[in-house]
């Protein structure tokens, strides 16, 4: 496993945790959301995932997959409150 890759998948995979959380990160935009940043960090890593389809190995892929599962799960619960 590239350690650039996945150090870049866990730190993308770290911020959306903690905004789905509703801690935004410092520097924030004023007015941002939580549910807006949260999608937005959510959608930048399905975007790697569809740009890097096929140029993986599989523990990459797995990283990954398993990050967007967890947060996609996490967002869900949090539009839920």
Known sequence: MNPHFASLVIGLAQQ???????????????GSSPRDLGRALID????LEEKTRGHLDADEARL????LTALRFRFVGMEKR
């Open 16 to 30: 959306a945790e903690q905004v789905v959380a509703g801690q935004l990160p410092p520097g924030a935009p004023a």
């Open 44 to 47: 930048t890593l399905g975007m």
């Open 64 to 67: 990954l997959a398993e990050a």
